[in-house]
């Protein structure tokens, strides 16, 4: 796919792992629609991407948590864009690892309904707008809990597995339109979300989001006739 003035819709733009890949594609001049919570993040972030050379930026600010509030912010990108191209469902929580029991009740809420629920709404939104579009995408940054168990994360990981199948059967639902589905799964990345869950763990092991950023900007970019369904980053 050609990048370049094609409509791209982040969710958790503002910092980590989404910022980055903002950027990316702003340097590939592709308009940009970016969601988060934090306004000021946003701006910053809609600045520094339009400096990169993307050809429009516009920010927006929403809880994913709150379903009427993400299909209202849906309707306004759509008004503002005319169309969404590609969809990349990036936006994610971490709970502290534990045994489930210790894992807080709204803490547990929090997570699925960011991790899982919204990704399947968000998408549910735009999937007519993406159909229209003949050549569109839908890329979902899942993690590696959506393919390995690991003790600690069952909240987490029931997400992310959750996630795997919904881009799985929703590349079968969508085979025969214009609409490609890939599921990303990387390892550890060197972002502050261990840390906004109190967690303390080795983030300079991790992979740089930046070069995570690259590998969304070659999966999107490949041509007609090659599509990379699952990719796996790997320590």
């Not at 547990?108 to 229209?132: G, I, K, W």
């Not at 996630?163 to 990303?184: I, Q």
Request: proline share 3%; net charge negative; glycine share 8%.
């Amino acid at each position: 796919m050609q990048l370049k003035d094609k409509v791209v819709l982040i969710t958790g733009g503002s910092d980590g792992i989404g910022k980055h890949i903002c950027l990316k594609l702003a340097s590939e001049g592709c308009r940009l629609a970016i969601l988060g919570r934090n306004h000021d993040r946003l701006d910053a972030v809609a600045t520094e991407a339009l400096e990169r050379g993307a050809a429009e930026v516009r920010s927006y600010s929403v809880d994913l948590t709150q379903s009427v509030a993400l299909k209202a912010v849906t309707q306004v990108i759509l008004s503002d864009f005319g169309a969404v191209d590609i969809l990349i469902n990036n936006a994610g929580v971490w709970h502290k690892a534990g045994p489930l029991d210790t894992i807080d009740a709204d803490v547990l809420l929090t997570t699925v309904q960011t991790n899982l629920t919204a990704v399947m709404q968000l998408t549910r939104h735009l999937l007519p707008s993406l159909r229209a579009r003949g050549e569109a995408a839908i890329l979902n940054v899942v993690s590696k809990s959506g393919v390995v168990a690991q003790a600690g994360q069952s909240v987490y990981t029931a997400t992310k597995y959750g996630v795997r199948g919904f881009t799985d059967v929703l590349k079968e639902d969508e085979a025969g339109t214009g609409v490609r589905v890939a599921g990303l799964y990387q390892s550890g990345t060197n972002t502050g979300m261990f840390a906004k869950a109190g967690e303390e763990v080795p983030n300079h092991i991790f992979t740089e989001p930046d070069d995570l950023a690259d590998v969304v900007v070659f999966m999107l970019s490949r041509p007609p006739k090659l599509w990379m369904h699952d990719v796996r980053i790997e320590l």
